[in-house]
């Protein structure tokens, strides 16, 4: 599920985020210890800035501005090592791995604009079952092959690079922490 899909119905995702925080204000209430209310707390502030991004995207749409003018991206981390900037990393959550990734173009050009203003590779990294991860380095100055989605919710449309699979590594943790250090060397 793509969080585009609620960004028109905020006020509904709203209630059912809110549900979920008095969920884990109960839950706060019957914490063990200070570790466990603070990992409570946590999580209801991020669902707080997921809920409030949901937010964003609707005043975004409502400025009128036409949709396919504008372009938010969530870069989900760019890592800097002392004073260097080392990569920039997409991260997922997946079940299995289908032939390839799909990234939305605009999300493509952005990283690909900042990969080559901070001179970084950028890298698109999956999380799998039974504790494999999938490393995909995108190489920025390739041209790949671009699919034109449509789908039943209109966020979900556009074009999208497709990257393959191919081209990554299939890690466990030890040997991703093996290339993750590579990446990051100082």
């Not at 493509?108 to 604009?113: A, E, T």
């Not at 299939?170 to 991703?176: A, C, H, P, Y």
């Amino acid at each position: 599920m793509r969080m585009e899909t609620f960004y028109q119905q905020p006020v509904r995702f709203s209630q059912v985020v809110c549900k979920v925080q008095n969920t884990l204000k109960s839950m706060q209430q019957k914490a063990k210890d200070e570790f466990e209310l603070n990992a409570l707390r946590y999580i209801v502030n991020r669902i707080t800035e997921i809920n409030f991004q949901v937010q964003f995207s609707n005043l975004i749409d409502q400025t009128g501005i036409e949709r396919n003018a504008i372009t938010v991206n969530d870069i989900d981390k760019i890592v800097k090592v002392g004073n260097e900037f080392k990569a920039i990393f997409e991260l997922k959550v997946r079940r299995k791995l289908n032939g390839y990734i799909k990234v939305p173009k605009s999300q493509f050009n952005v990283l690909r604009y900042f990969s080559i203003e901070l001179n970084v590779p950028v890298y698109y990294l999956t999380k799998l079952p039974n504790g494999m991860y999938h490393l995909v380095e995108l190489d920025m100055l390739k041209v790949y092959d671009v699919e034109n989605v449509t789908d039943k919710y209109e966020q979900l449309n556009g074009k999208f690079v497709k990257i393959p699979i191919s081209q990554g590594l299939l890690l466990d943790k030890r040997e991703l922490i093996r290339k993750l250090s590579t990446i990051l060397a100082w």
